[in-house]
């Protein structure tokens, strides 16, 4: 029987990236059945859920996720269902733990990076996020009003097997790059952080191979923009993770660039289970245009054939087709600088699939 992939578009570009990823994904894999469901603002519209109960038993026969994004300005007052809430759901429901985001700059986009060249030069760092606990998940979280006043609770949380595992994770990908982990915290503030530090530092004695060192987050940020090409393997929690993968994106040139791919715990039994989804979010501002980037949704993709299939020909195959294309002069009207032609989401798709 063929395997299933779930396409899960979700709401805003995410909607237009994902039938660009999908296309590229059928041409080298048609013999995978691919079943489309609802997930974020889309779904509570017509489902009255973010998550509904079809899209988690969809999720559950399929050996990948290939996911858009979710958020629609509709449901953002107090109250409201939360269309986000479905990446949650999706993360709790299989323990989707480890978040991988790739960041490579393609040759040519040098330009569009705000950054000298000369800064960005060899750039090829991994981010690698846990995303199943940290402020997103802990317990309570509430807006409430004390003595008339209004106010509200995020409270951030991190259990020693929640550390281990997602450092584990860092350690193994270091191994397989230039061996080398920088772990962000705010240990000088934060006892989440004190204990992430040091169950980090106790994992590393697994890992002699592999150099170790620790930054607290505001200098990460900062190191980040100075000197990119240092880091190899960056390890985060799941706040800090979020902000520094968005402003590493921009290294590349556009937060559209960038690909990533989340793994639990849990194998399928016919691979590799995981959520491959680009970056970018919904950009409501830029929605139903035909505009959007697909560039990271796109190398989903291939990260998709990479982790889930173990397809190494077809991932490299899609890369390739990527960097062709940019080298060629495709851009999207985010990658443009100086006034040059902006292709439509569409038509830089044709030609990905040309490079193809």
């Known amino acids: 029987m063929a395997l299933t992939i779930a396409v899960l578009p979700g709401d ?14 059928r041409a080298l894999r048609g013999d995978l059945e691919y079943e489309q469901a609802d997930v974020g603002g889309a779904a509570i519209e017509r489902h009255a859920s973010a998550l509904p109960d079809a899209t988690l038993a969809l999720c559950r026969r399929s050996v990948a996720l290939l996911f858009g994004a979710v958020g629609d300005p509709r449901y ?34 040098e330009g569009a990076s705000s950054l000298r060249p000369e800064l960005l030069r060899g750039l090829d760092l991994m981010v690698v996020r846990e995303t199943t606990s940290g402020l997103y ?38 191994r397989g790059r230039r061996r080398h982990v920088t772990s962000v915290d705010k240990q000088n503030v934060l006892e989440t ?18 150099e170790l060192e620790h930054l607290l987050v505001d200098t990460a940020a900062m190191q980040l923009i100075r000197d990119p090409q240092r880091f190899d393997v960056l ?14 994106a921009m290294l590349t040139g556009s ?26 979010g919904t950009a409501p501002d830029i929605a139903g245009k035909g505009i959007a980037n697909p560039i990271g949704a796109i190398l989903s993709a291939a990260l998709l054939c990479r982790y889930s299939l173990s397809d190494e020909p077809s991932a490299t195959r899609i890369e390739n087709a990527v960097a062709a294309a940019v080298a ?29």
């Open 76 to 109: 953002d007052a107090p109250g409201s269902a939360r269309p986000e809430s479905a990446i949650m759901g999706l993360r709790k429901a299989f323990d989707l733990f480890a978040n991988l985001r790739p960041v490579k700059l393609i040759w040519g986009l």
């Open 255 to 280: 937060l559209g660039n960038l690909p990533s791919a989340t793994f639990g715990a849990a194998e399928h039994p016919s691979g590799r289970f995981g959520l491959y989804e680009p970056i970018a």
């Open 235 to 248: 390890l985060t929690e799941n706040t800090f993770g979020d902000i520094l993968s968005d402003e590493a």
């Open 12 to 25: 805003g570009i995410g909607v237009e990236v994902t039938a660009a990823a999908l296309r590229v994904l």
């Open 328 to 356: 060629a002069g495709a851009r999207t009207r985010d990658l443009v600088r100086g006034g040059g032609p902006a292709l439509g989401t569409e038509a830089f798709t044709d030609k990905v699939m040309t490079a193809l």
């Open 193 to 210: 952080s004190r204990l992430w530090r040091r169950v980090v530092a106790e994992v590393g004695r697994d890992y002699p191979d592999v």
């Open 137 to 174: 998940f802990g317990q309570p979280k509430r807006q409430f009003e004390e003595d008339g006043v209004e106010a509200a609770v995020d409270t951030m949380i991190y259990r020693r097997p929640e550390v281990e595992r997602i450092a584990r994770v860092a350690f193994e990908l270091a």
